[in-house]
């Protein structure tokens, strides 16, 4: 999540996410478990 802050604090606003969340059992949930605050 630090690096998620550092990024849109500095105006990156797209991510290119790992293979993780791909494989995760519940993809958005991982998702949102990264980027919830900014949603």
Do not use: K, T, W
Not at 9 to 38: C, K, T
């Amino acid at each position: 999540q630090q690096d998620v802050r550092l990024m849109i604090e500095n105006n990156v606003h797209a991510f290119l996410v790992g293979e993780a969340f791909m494989r995760a059992d519940q993809p958005g949930g991982r998702l949102s478990e990264l980027f919830g605050e900014y949603q």
